[in-house]
């Protein structure tokens, strides 16, 4: 079931600018992640972030988990137009793979 | 990375007749695959979990005599959608379980299954 909520729906920045989206959920997690999905294709995980780490680096990707308010964020940094996709966050709540999907944010990179 | 690959990658199809999409983990062994479905722009809603060699766990709401799924081996999975109606229509993706990255978390998907039922 779907237990995540993810905002804003959608995004539109320049390229060179920093992209920040938050997902927030309902139950208890073992972990977080987040995934990407270019139009039409599957999806690409990007990072996971455990219930007991606060924040978490790869590459240009910044995520912070937040537990005691159900909320996460990624950052986006130093966006390129090839960042143009749909990002999710999906939660693990009994580390069995059983991934809870939010909404999505669509990000549009302007070059 | 691992690889998952999906097929068919698109099909069409007449009401009532079933499609079979087919999930392979190219490199590795996956005792564990997802199916799941995703209408257009909104998110993916886990359909079943598929077992190797046991049957597939389904989540509320989906029907198993409709949606058919078989997990013979370690590398394959697959749904078979029966008597095919429009409102069958979608997004179909599969995602697999590396037994190697059993501490990961990660899951590896395939690149999606566009079914169009007419």
């Known amino acids: 079931s779907q237990q995540g909520e993810e905002d804003p729906q959608a995004l539109s920045i320049q390229e060179g600018e920093n992209a920040t989206m938050n997902c927030s959920y309902k139950?208890?997690?073992?972990?977080l992640q987040w995934y990407r999905q270019n139009s039409g294709r599957g999806l690409v995980h990007l990072i996971l972030?455990?219930?007991?780490?606060r924040e978490k680096h790869s590459g240009r990707l910044r995520v912070t988990l937040d537990t005691s308010k159900k909320s996460s964020s990624l950052l986006i940094t130093a966006s390129r137009a090839a960042d143009t996709a749909s990002y999710f966050c999906?939660?693990?709540?009994?580390?069995?793979?059983?991934?809870?999907f939010g909404a999505g944010t669509t990000v549009t990179v302007r070059a | 990375g691992a690889v998952v690959s999906q097929h068919p990658s698109w099909v069409i199809c007449k009401s009532g007749t079933s499609v079979k999409i087919e999930c392979r983990s190219l490199?590795?062994?996956?005792?564990?695959m997802f199916w799941y479905r995703q209408f257009p722009k909104q998110s993916l809603m886990l359909m079943a979990t598929?077992?190797?060699?046991?049957?597939?766990?389904?989540e509320q709401g989906v029907e198993k005599d409709k949606f058919l799924i078989n997990h013979a081996s370690l590398t394959l999975s697959t749904l078979t959608v029966t008597s095919a109606h429009p409102e069958d229509s979608s997004f179909y993706i599969c995602?697999?379980?590396?037994?190697?990255?059993?501490?990961?978390?990660?899951?590896?998907f395939g690149e999606g299954s566009r079914l169009t039922v007419l």
């Open positions: 995602s697999a379980r590396d037994q190697r990255a059993e501490n990961t978390g990660e899951l590896f």
């Open positions: 139950t208890s997690i073992n972990n």
């Open positions: 972030i455990r219930s007991n780490e």
């Open positions: 999906a939660t693990d709540q009994s580390d069995d793979y059983k991934l809870s």
């Open positions: 490199d590795f062994q996956a005792t564990t």
């Open positions: 598929s077992n190797e060699g046991s049957k597939a766990t389904y």
